[in-house]
């Protein structure tokens, strides 16, 4: 068995995937720490669907301001050569052979044909492209890197959930592929700053048992950036509303470098046993890609009598934004209900689902939903099963 398993799911991250990797092997090579990285790739067809109309769009943006003058080609040719050019997230696994046949048949320097070249080379071009089976044309190009990577670092483990977009259940199968007796959760779109992971891991390895709960990392939204944040309390409990918001981050004045406890942090930097996963039931199954996750992590522990703390000192640094995927407010207002429903039961989501936003038929629709899904029943059990307290008897001490 592993000492520390680091999750770190990932979904069209690239470049920023191979920077987080390296810091993280970076911190933890030659510290004596028998350590593994999982990475999940959370590529799947909702995602490449919604890359194809942005390219498509992005295409037609440039196309019709007249950035590039393609008076020479005809619209099909166009639009295959810019979503292989002008959107570096999505080349093709074989992009370099690909590139070097279109250079050597246009000779250009760019690879798009030149105004002398010929119709017969642009046909021989599309022919080319049509060979080619263009499933792979629209695969994340980080996965591919990090899955040649595997064969040559034992530590690195790479693996794809591609039933659907769900950061939480990116999570969960890193998770059932690891063998750490602690895990840690690292977005790919983060950076590790020296130091912070070894001297977290030695002191929750030490105290994890008198803590019993969470450690988090602070966090800052740039690279360079002096401000770190943690989370706060966003609650109003007449309207079921168990949220959280950005705070200052501060340092322990009493017990300088000790870490100190806070009612919610985020589970990106976060580091926990494995029984503590076990307890909670890792993230609900039908929770989908955003929101939802935090809130059931942070108030389950909650309700289970447990804490989260902060560890004092260096933050864990973003590095991404724009990743090109969006979700829509009924997949965040179903994960709410769900996570709601988890630490709270049936009475405090449905007054979350009463004073939410939205028409009250489909969000009542929703609701029900997750009342007759089996899993969130099943996990709901397990929850109250082992609860100690309710989500209002837990919030008296943060009041």
């Given at each position: 068995?592993?000492?520390?398993?680091?999750?770190?799911?990932f979904?069209?991250?690239w470049?920023?995937?191979?920077f987080?990797?390296r810091?993280?092997f970076?911190?933890?090579?030659?510290?004596?720490?028998?350590?593994?990285?999982?990475t999940?790739?959370?590529?799947?067809?909702?995602?490449?669907?919604?890359?194809e109309a942005?390219?498509?769009?992005?295409?037609?943006?440039?196309?019709?301001?007249?950035?590039?003058?393609?008076?020479?080609?005809?619209?099909?040719?166009?639009?295959?050569?810019?979503?292989?050019?002008?959107?570096?997230?999505?080349?093709?696994?074989?992009?370099?052979?690909k590139?070097?046949?279109?250079?050597?048949?246009?000779?250009?320097?760019?690879?798009?044909?030149s105004?002398?070249?010929?119709s017969k080379?642009?046909?021989?071009?599309?022919?080319?492209?049509?060979?080619?089976?263009?499933?792979?044309?629209?695969e994340?190009?980080?996965?591919?890197?990090?899955?040649?990577?595997?064969?040559?670092?034992?530590?690195?483990?790479?693996f794809?959930?591609?039933?659907?977009?769900?950061?939480?259940?990116a999570?969960n199968?890193?998770?059932?592929?690891?063998?750490?007796k602690?895990?840690?959760?690292?977005?790919?779109?983060?950076?590790?700053?020296?130091?912070?992971i070894?001297?977290?891991?030695?002191?929750?390895?030490?105290?994890h048992?008198?803590?019993?709960?969470?450690?988090?990392?602070?966090?800052?939204?740039?690279?360079?950036?002096?401000?770190?944040?943690?989370?706060?309390?966003?609650?109003?409990?007449?309207?079921?509303?168990?949220?959280?918001?950005?705070?200052?981050?501060?340092?322990?004045?009493?017990?300088?470098?000790?870490?100190?406890?806070v009612?919610?942090?985020?589970?990106?930097?976060?580091?926990?046993?494995?029984?503590?996963?076990?307890?909670?039931?890792?993230?609900?199954?039908?929770?989908?890609?955003y929101?939802g996750?935090?809130?059931?992590?942070?108030?389950?522990?909650?309700?289970?009598?447990?804490?989260k703390?902060?560890m004092?000192?260096?933050?864990?640094?973003h590095?991404?934004?724009?990743?090109?995927?969006h979700w829509?407010?009924?997949?965040h207002l179903?994960?709410?209900?769900?996570?709601?429903?988890?630490?709270?039961?049936?009475?405090?989501?449905?007054?979350?689902?009463?004073?939410?936003?939205?028409?009250?038929?489909?969000?009542?629709?929703?609701?029900?939903?997750?009342?007759?899904?089996?899993?969130?029943?099943?996990?709901r059990?397990?929850?109250?099963?082992?609860?100690?307290?309710?989500?209002?008897e837990?919030?008296?001490k943060?009041?």
């Amino acid at each position: 068995m592993k000492d520390l398993s680091i999750i770190v799911p990932f979904c069209n991250e690239w470049p920023m995937i191979p920077f987080t990797i390296r810091s993280i092997f970076e911190e933890l090579d030659e510290s004596g720490i028998d350590f593994e990285v999982i990475t999940v790739n959370n590529y799947c067809p909702e995602v490449e669907e919604q890359h194809e109309a942005e390219i498509k769009s992005y295409t037609a943006q440039l196309l019709d301001t007249g950035v590039v003058d393609t008076a020479h080609l005809d619209r099909e040719y166009f639009n295959i050569t810019m979503r292989n050019y002008l959107s570096g997230r999505r080349q093709a696994l074989d992009y370099k052979t690909k590139l070097k046949a279109i250079e050597a048949t246009l000779h250009t320097d760019f690879g798009f044909p030149s105004e002398s070249s010929t119709s017969k080379e642009i046909e021989k071009l599309k022919e080319l492209i049509k060979s080619k089976d263009e499933g792979h044309w629209y695969e994340d190009p980080g996965g591919g890197q990090l899955k040649g990577m595997q064969r040559s670092y034992p530590w690195l483990k790479y693996f794809e959930y591609t039933d659907k977009l769900s950061h939480w259940q990116a999570k969960n199968l890193g998770v059932q592929n690891s063998e750490g007796k602690i895990l840690m959760f690292i977005d790919a779109h983060c950076m590790i700053r020296r130091d912070s992971i070894v001297k977290m891991y030695d002191y929750y390895l030490h105290h994890h048992e008198e803590l019993n709960g969470t450690l988090h990392l602070p966090l800052s939204y740039h690279i360079i950036e002096a401000r770190k944040l943690i989370y706060k309390l966003a609650i109003d409990t007449e309207k079921g509303w168990y949220h959280y918001s950005f705070t200052n981050y501060r340092d322990n004045d009493v017990n300088p470098g000790i870490p100190y406890e806070v009612p919610c942090m985020s589970t990106c930097g976060m580091m926990m046993t494995r029984e503590l996963y076990n307890l909670v039931g890792g993230w609900p199954t039908e929770l989908g890609i955003y929101g939802g996750g935090e809130n059931f992590l942070n108030y389950t522990l909650s309700v289970l009598g447990k804490h989260k703390y902060i560890m004092p000192g260096k933050q864990l640094c973003h590095h991404g934004a724009g990743r090109g995927y969006h979700w829509n407010y009924n997949d965040h207002l179903r994960n709410r209900i769900i996570a709601t429903y988890m630490f709270g039961g049936a009475d405090i989501a449905r007054k979350f689902t009463e004073h939410a936003k939205g028409r009250s038929k489909t969000l009542f629709k929703i609701f029900n939903e997750v009342l007759d899904n089996e899993s969130c029943v099943k996990h709901r059990a397990l929850i109250k099963a082992n609860q100690v307290m309710t989500i209002d008897e837990w919030l008296v001490k943060w009041r």
